[in-house]
């Protein structure tokens, strides 16, 4: 229903900054939250950072003060403003896309993916 295309995955060196990118394609009405989660290797995907349609953010404790998550509702695009990266970032970052049809009524949606390294 909906398609998510990320962008901005990459290599860089701790303390570095990246920018990631997704642009959501579509059944793109009704889209309430989007934000992006990652998951390392060997653990578990967790939240990084969701931005409502109104504008309200939440992030993880781990990322707080390094990260900003931002959207661009007239182009269905979410994008990651991520500083300050240390190796513990290193992860494949996803967009995700949360349609709200109904109180009882909702679909997720994930873009593929993009791989963030942080190394020296």
């Known amino acids: 229903q909906v398609q998510l295309v990320e962008s901005g995955g990459g290599l860089v060196q701790p303390g570095g900054s990246l920018r990631l990118s997704c642009a959501a394609s579509?059944?793109?009405?009704?889209?309430?939250?989007m934000g992006w989660y990652r998951q390392a290797p060997g653990k578990q995907r967790e939240l990084v950072a969701t931005v409502t349609s109104g504008g309200s953010t939440n992030y993880a404790d781990s990322v707080k003060g390094r990260f900003t998550i931002s959207r661009d509702n007239a182009k269905n695009t979410v994008y990651l403003q991520m500083n300050s990266l240390k190796p513990e970032d290193t992860a494949v970052y996803y967009c995700?896309?949360?349609?709200?049809?109904?109180?009882?009524?909702?679909?997720?949606?994930w873009g593929q993916g993009t791989q963030v390294t942080i190394s020296s």
């Open positions: 995700n896309a949360l349609r709200v049809l109904s109180i009882a009524r909702r679909s997720d949606s």
């Open positions: 579509g059944s793109i009405l009704n889209i309430d939250h």
